[in-house]
């Protein structure tokens, strides 16, 4: 990497020097400068060229402390290596220079100001090459500068979790600081580093699914078909290859297990078809009483909201498999009919408290914030520039237009997490 320093001011402060150097009686007639000069050299160090008369003892001083001291060749220049080093907080650097012969001469001096590059593009994270599914992954944290002691801020993004972060010290000769991730899922796994007040380097690499295809599932009631299919191919329309099984059961929902019982089928789906990505859009046909703690809870208080996100969380369990897959879960959009909305508020606040105690796992979509802005339900919404009819004459169900923004927001999240990422 080239140092980019570059030579800002060159003042000659003394320019005569006597000929007791032993030059000739012409050259004892003609001033001698001293001048300093910066060179390029290796990453993390300034090194400065003196030019001035052979023999000459120079001192190189910063702030009037001594750096170094070197002698002027008999090719009248001398090089003074790794002078001082690259600083963050400070990147203009003023050295003076004072040169005195061995001969009873008057003193000579020259002053020279280096800017340092910046530490924007101090640090480096290298990523594996390739990742295999429940192996560690070695990640390398590398001072490009080779001076070590930094500290930094590393942290460890897997696709579709948070992010965990621990202050670390970079270390010294280039040598790598490495970062140990278990790679447990498909996706984008990063590693980013960063110096307090710089933006961090970031290192990634891709967990493909086995056989080249993501597993997508896709759960729920009447709400979600169509919508299964749109996802599918959008996700391969993007350079995201998949395999979809899909489940849509109409009418049903987890508080009227006596219809249809989701939790049973949710364990089964998860065992048979393995999903890396579940998608989930159910809770329209919710409001029916629950056991909680031995009794009846009727919706919509706290203890059905509790007795909702328990079995939510069951069926999310049965889909994340142990941490091996992600969901994505739609919330309810705001219906027209008043008393729907009370119901769909409780599922909704069961679902976060489900979502909330698997971060990272589970992800909400929260469809109603661009379809139902504001809390208030809309039969039309602007979106993307254009008026879109979104909602179905029954003001529940999405229309077909409804449901493509309904996977553009679901696409927009699994990128940003890493977990849909197209081939290349």
């Given at each position: 990497?080239?140092?980019?320093?570059?030579?800002?001011?060159?003042?000659?402060?003394?320019?005569?020097?006597?000929?007791?150097?032993?030059?000739?009686?012409?050259?004892?007639?003609?001033?001698?400068?001293?001048?300093?000069?910066?060179?390029?050299?290796?990453?993390?160090?300034?090194?400065?060229?003196?030019?001035?008369?052979?023999?000459?003892?120079?001192?190189?001083?910063?702030?009037?402390?001594?750096?170094?001291?070197?002698?002027?060749?008999?090719?009248?220049?001398?090089?003074?290596?790794?002078?001082?080093?690259?600083?963050?907080?400070?990147?203009?650097?003023?050295?003076?220079?004072?040169?005195?012969?061995?001969?009873?001469?008057?003193?000579?001096?020259?002053?020279?100001?280096?800017?340092?590059?910046?530490?924007?593009?101090?640090?480096?994270?290298?990523?594996?090459?390739?990742?295999?599914?429940?192996?560690?992954?070695?990640?390398?944290?590398?001072?490009?500068?080779?001076?070590?002691?930094?500290?930094?801020?590393?942290?460890?993004?897997?696709?579709?979790?948070?992010?965990?972060?621990?202050?670390?010290?970079?270390?010294?000769?280039?040598?790598?600081?490495?970062?140990?991730?278990?790679?447990?899922?498909?996706?984008?796994?990063?590693?980013?580093?960063?110096?307090?007040?710089?933006?961090?380097?970031?290192?990634a690499a891709v967990l493909r699914p086995s056989g080249?295809?993501?597993?997508?599932?896709?759960?729920?009631?009447?709400?979600?078909?169509?919508?299964?299919?749109?996802?599918?191919?959008?996700?391969?329309?993007?350079?995201?290859?998949?395999?979809?099984?899909?489940?849509?059961?109409?009418?049903?929902?987890?508080?009227?297990?006596?219809?249809?019982?989701?939790?049973?089928?949710?364990?089964?789906?998860?065992?048979?078809?393995?999903?890396?990505?579940?998608?989930?859009?159910?809770?329209?046909?919710?409001?029916?009483?629950?056991?909680?703690?031995?009794?009846?809870?009727?919706?919509?208080?706290?203890?059905?909201?509790?007795?909702?996100?328990?079995?939510?969380?069951?069926?999310?369990?049965?889909?994340?498999?142990?941490?091996?897959?992600?969901?994505?879960?739609?919330?309810?959009?705001?219906?027209?009919?008043?008393?729907?909305?009370?119901?769909?508020?409780?599922?909704?606040?069961?679902?976060?408290?489900?979502?909330?105690?698997?971060?990272?796992?589970?992800?909400?979509?929260?469809?109603?914030?661009?379809?139902?802005?504001?809390?208030?339900?809309?039969?039309?919404i602007t979106f993307e520039g254009r008026v879109v009819?979104?909602?179905?004459?029954?003001?529940?169900?999405?229309?077909?237009?409804?449901?493509?923004?309904?996977?553009?927001?679901?696409?927009?999240?699994?990128?940003?997490?890493?977990?849909?990422?197209?081939?290349?």
């Amino acid at each position: 990497m080239p140092m980019q320093l570059r030579r800002l001011v060159v003042v000659p402060l003394a320019l005569t020097l006597a000929a007791a150097l032993g030059a000739g009686s012409a050259a004892a007639q003609s001033p001698v400068a001293l001048r300093l000069e910066a060179l390029d050299g290796p990453p993390g160090h300034v090194r400065l060229k003196v030019v001035g008369p052979p023999g000459a003892v120079v001192t190189i001083s910063r702030d009037g402390t001594a750096r170094v001291t070197v002698t002027v060749g008999a090719s009248g220049t001398a090089v003074a290596d790794r002078v001082d080093e690259w600083r963050c907080d400070r990147r203009d650097l003023t050295y003076a220079a004072s040169a005195s012969a061995p001969a009873a001469t008057p003193r000579i001096a020259a002053e020279l100001t280096v800017r340092t590059p910046s530490c924007a593009q101090r640090i480096s994270v290298r990523a594996p090459k390739r990742l295999r599914r429940g192996a560690v992954a070695s990640f390398q944290v590398i001072d490009r500068w080779g001076l070590g002691g930094a500290r930094l801020r590393v942290c460890t993004l897997p696709p579709g979790t948070a992010r965990s972060c621990a202050d670390r010290v970079a270390l010294a000769d280039r040598r790598p600081l490495t970062v140990r991730v278990r790679v447990r899922r498909q996706g984008r796994w990063t590693v980013t580093a960063g110096l307090r007040g710089y933006g961090p380097a970031e290192g990634a690499a891709v967990l493909r699914p086995s056989g080249g295809r993501v597993r997508l599932l896709t759960v729920g009631d009447s709400q979600v078909q169509i919508l299964d299919t749109f996802i599918s191919e959008s996700l391969r329309s993007s350079g995201v290859p998949n395999r979809l099984t899909s489940d849509a059961r109409i009418s049903t929902g987890l508080s009227n297990s006596f219809f249809f019982d989701w939790l049973p089928r949710a364990q089964q789906l998860g065992a048979q078809a393995k999903p890396d990505v579940s998608v989930v859009f159910l809770g329209a046909n919710d409001g029916f009483n629950l056991p909680w703690n031995g009794r009846t809870a009727a919706c919509c208080g706290l203890s059905w909201v509790k007795a909702y996100a328990a079995r939510a969380g069951r069926m999310m369990d049965s889909f994340t498999r142990g941490g091996r897959g992600v969901v994505y879960w739609f919330l309810e959009p705001v219906p027209r009919d008043a008393q729907f909305a009370r119901y769909f508020r409780a599922v909704n606040a069961g679902l976060r408290r489900a979502a909330a105690a698997r971060p990272g796992l589970v992800r909400l979509i929260d469809l109603g914030a661009v379809v139902a802005p504001g809390g208030a339900y809309r039969d039309q919404i602007t979106f993307e520039g254009r008026v879109v009819t979104v909602r179905q004459s029954d003001g529940v169900h999405l229309t077909p237009a409804g449901d493509r923004v309904a996977v553009t927001l679901l696409l927009r999240q699994m990128t940003k997490d890493g977990v849909a990422v197209p081939r290349r």
